[in-house]
Each structure stands twice: as C-alpha cells, then as structure tokens.
C-alpha cells in the first residue's frame, strides 16, 4: 500500500529558482493538505483542498501556489524560492469522513534555499 | 484564530518512568481532538478523541479530553527508548475541514 508518496524526497534551490512538489494518493481520498514544519513552529498549513479543482489558502499561503487537476495529485509550487522557505513539507490526506480521525501523511521534503 | 498550547517543550525521562502531556486549545467548531508521534518522518496517528471523560487507552499510553476546561492529557506509562518521540496535540475544527497542530513535546527517553 502506497498511501500518500511525495516527491522528491530532498532538494537544494538557489534564491529565486522555482520549483514543484509533487504529492500522490491512491486512496481516494477528497481531502488533501501541504503543511510546513520548521523548528519551533510545529506544522503550519500552506493550502488545502476539499476536492478536485478546488483549492484554499491555509495559515501561511504567501510565496505558494498548489493545483488539484486530478483528484489524486496535489501540487505545490515554489515561483521563486526563497531561503525563508527553507523547511521540511508534508503532504496529507483524508476522506470527509475520516478527517476528524486524522490524516495519512506522506513521509516529508526536505527543501534548502541557499 | 485557532490556537493550540503544549507543555511542556521537551522532557528528558528514564525508562520506566511515567510521563504526561499537557494539551490545551482554542478552535472553533471543535470536532476532536488527535494525538500523533512523530519520530524521524511523518507523524503517526495515535488517538482521536471527541467527548469528555472519555479515557482511550493503547497499551501504555491513554489519553483524557476536557471539552469544557479545552485541555487534553497524554499519559505514558513505563516508558520506553522507542517512546522517544515528539508528540502533537491536534485539534480538528470541522467548519474548516482542517486539523491545527501544536508545536509539539519532545520526549527523550534514556536507558
């Protein structure tokens, strides 16, 4: 069982490159989420979305773009880096009914801006 | 804004020892209240909890929810090296389908 997978698992950006996360699911679930996790913050929420060709900001959605075109895939991209978004990423999801049970994560990215 | 309160911060424990987590929030709509682990990766799923009083029990950790005071305990007993985690409080507000994380409590368990 695959769950959720994100790709890639590490990456190095410089300033100002731009850059996408892929996050795939294949438990059909409606509900997907990108969250940030840097020291001190705990996990942050970039953007969610409740189903295919939705999407929604989250609590810190600024330097962020995400697409859901396929039910299965959430994107998240970086238009230009910056080392303020230096963090790990993590992608999740869960059915309507199951997301008060909690979301299925995908194992994170590491991204350094340098 | 939702908020969400852990303590301690880190928690430096013997095996054997027993431990509680403190876990206080604000959120509206509340719907239930989740408890994760996180070692190297991903956070893991440990409980999910919606009424007050209700105890849950796994094995050696159990977990108290205070809908009233807006707090939650998690209780590790007889802990163990493995228990080393960090551990996030996660209340679930169903108005916006979306969980708030607290910053979590590092645990270090010592041999």
């Known amino acids: 069982n695959a769950g959720v997978t994100q790709t890639p698992k590490f990456r190095v950006l410089k300033t100002g490159q731009s850059m996408t996360l892929l996050c795939a699911q294949d438990m059909n679930h409606e509900y997907m989420y990108w969250y940030r996790q840097d020291p001190g913050m705990g996990l942050r929420l970039i953007h969610y979305?409740?189903?295919?060709?939705?999407?929604a900001k989250g609590e810190v959605p600024d330097g962020y773009n995400v697409s859901r075109l396929k039910k299965q895939n959430f994107l998240l991209g970086l238009e230009s880096a910056a080392p303020s978004q230096t963090s790990v990423y993590f992608c999740?999801?869960?059915?309507?009914?199951?997301?008060?049970?909690?979301?299925?994560f995908g194992s994170g990215t590491r991204l350094t801006v340098v | 804004e939702d908020k969400v309160v852990q303590s301690p911060l880190s928690l430096v424990v013997h095996e054997g020892d027993t431990v509680t987590l403190n876990c206080s929030y604000e959120v509206t709509n509340f719907r239930s209240l989740l408890w994760y682990k996180q070692e190297k990766k991903a956070p893991t799923f440990l409980f999910m909890l919606?009424?007050?009083?209700i105890e849950k029990k796994s094995g050696r950790l159990s977990s108290i929810l205070d809908k009233k005071e807006l707090f939650s305990i998690l209780n590790i007993t007889a802990t163990q090296t493995g228990d080393s985690a960090i551990y996030l409080c996660?209340?679930?507000?169903?108005?916006?389908?979306?969980?708030?994380f607290g910053i979590g409590t590092k645990l270090q368990v010592i041999p």
């Open positions: 979305s409740v189903g295919e060709g939705t999407t």
């Open positions: 919606t009424s007050s009083g």
């Open positions: 996660a209340p679930y507000s169903g108005g916006y389908q979306k969980v708030t």
């Open positions: 999740a999801s869960s059915s309507p009914e199951g997301a008060s049970y909690g979301y299925t």
